[in-house]
């Protein structure tokens, strides 16, 4: 199908000039050599328009064109011949290796360097002098240096395409490791504002169920307390978040980030708006040295205690709820037990957010996570959060 495509507009404008230029030469009797077969001057005219006709073929045919082309040029030379159809063949020759394909690319060359060999031999045997090897010079000149050029031409235009091809892959992976950044970013985001914001709006629900519940004058005011300060601090948190993320600024964690220093403040507010529902939240701090450990191991610590501590105030029995923090080589432990079992009074719904959110944490550090009931020692059995979270890259081991 290729072989009749209409012809490029350059094609066409090359056989315009090779064939205009040949009737100038011609028009002027000057031509290549004499004392041919076909000495009629009006005969160097037909391969002069074969080959013209040849150049509109050089880009959707160019194999066809170089073997009719080489053909018409052999027939050129029992012609007085023109200077503008050698030209011409030169240009088909190094179309053919440009154009035409790989493997034609790769044998072209190595053909007209052998025809340039043999025809330089060849003719220095015959005439035995050293003029012969002009012919050979002519003869690699009209055929090897146009493949050579055309071979060069191909491996410039295959290494631009193969770098084009490259930036556009790296291109793509840019903007894949993008997007997986930004996906990465949401998640990391919608943690962030589902810690903050579940454990107030908890204590919001639960209070103003036992609110709306009880019909005590003091039961009321103190509900509407404890939901009034949670109100507060959650919107406080929010507005901190948003802030954040209008910033847009270089640094993606949050420049408050809590830490362990302030696990005091949330067990506090949490013995606050559990003590209506017979919870007794304590802390037990056994850690040697109590000191700073890595921003993303604190954060990880506080926001796991603050999930566990919800999730208390939500589902567990009345009784004691102990938050542990322990120490142990480069391995910090957590852990947040609660009594296991239903409850009288209101309740928060759930939606399992949290475990998993405290999964994806532990899991972002490299560390272990348990969560589910075990037994305690009087026969009974507590809820437990454990988590172990390495200080250090590679603590946790394998």
Not at 2 to 21: E, K, N, Q
Not at 173 to 193: C, G, I, K, N, P
Not at 303 to 313: D, G, P
Not at 369 to 385: C, F, L, R, S
Request: aromatic residues 4%.
């Amino acid at each position: 199908m290729s072989t009749f495509a209409r012809p490029h507009r350059h094609d066409v404008l090359i056989a315009v000039i090779g064939l205009c230029g040949g009737l100038v030469l011609w028009l002027a009797g000057l031509h290549t050599q004499g004392g041919r077969l076909l000495g009629a001057h009006w005969v160097a005219l037909v391969p002069l328009a074969v080959m013209a006709g040849l150049e509109l073929l050089r880009r959707s045919a160019p194999q066809t064109a170089l073997v009719i082309g080489t053909l018409t040029l052999v027939a050129d030379q029992f012609t007085t011949g023109s200077l503008a159809t050698v030209l011409m063949f030169t240009d088909i020759m190094y179309a053919a290796v440009l154009y035409g394909t790989p493997a034609a690319a790769r044998r072209i060359p190595v053909t007209t360097f052998l025809v340039t060999v043999a025809v330089t031999i060849g003719f220095l045997a015959w005439f035995r002098t050293a003029e012969a090897l002009l012919i050979g010079v002519v003869t690699g000149l009209v055929s090897f240096c146009p493949a050579i050029t055309g071979v060069s031409v191909r491996n410039h235009r295959e290494a631009a395409e193969t770098a084009r091809l490259r930036a556009d892959q790296t291109a793509l992976l840019a903007e894949m490791d993008r997007a997986q950044a930004v996906t990465a970013e949401r998640s990391r985001m919608a943690r962030e504002l589902h810690d903050m914001v579940a454990n107030h709006l908890s204590a919001i629900a639960i209070h103003s169920t036992a609110a709306l519940a009880i019909d005590d004058p003091d039961t009321s005011r103190n509900a509407l307390g404890v939901i009034r300060q949670n109100s507060v601090d959650g919107l406080a948190e929010m507005r901190r978040l948003i802030g954040l993320l209008r910033a847009g600024g270089a640094d993606t964690r949050p420049s408050a980030a809590p830490t362990l220093a302030s696990l005091d403040t949330l067990v506090d507010q949490a013995g606050a708006n559990s003590a209506s529902s017979g919870l007794a939240v304590t802390l037990t701090d056994t850690r040697e040295e109590p000191g700073r450990l890595p921003a993303p191991v604190e954060l990880a610590a506080y926001r796991i205690v603050q999930e566990s501590l919800t999730n208390a105030l939500k589902h567990a029995a009345p009784g004691p709820v102990t938050v542990g923090l322990g120490r142990s080589g480069n391995l910090l432990t957590v852990e947040v037990t609660s009594v296991f079992g239903s409850r009288p009074g209101p309740r928060a719904p759930g939606s399992g957010a949290g475990l998993v959110g405290m999964r994806e944490r532990v899991a972002l550090l490299g560390g272990r996570i348990e969560a589910g009931p075990v037994p305690a020692g009087d026969g009974t059995k507590v809820w437990q959060v454990r988590a172990e979270l390495p200080v250090e890259e590679g603590a946790l081991g394998t």
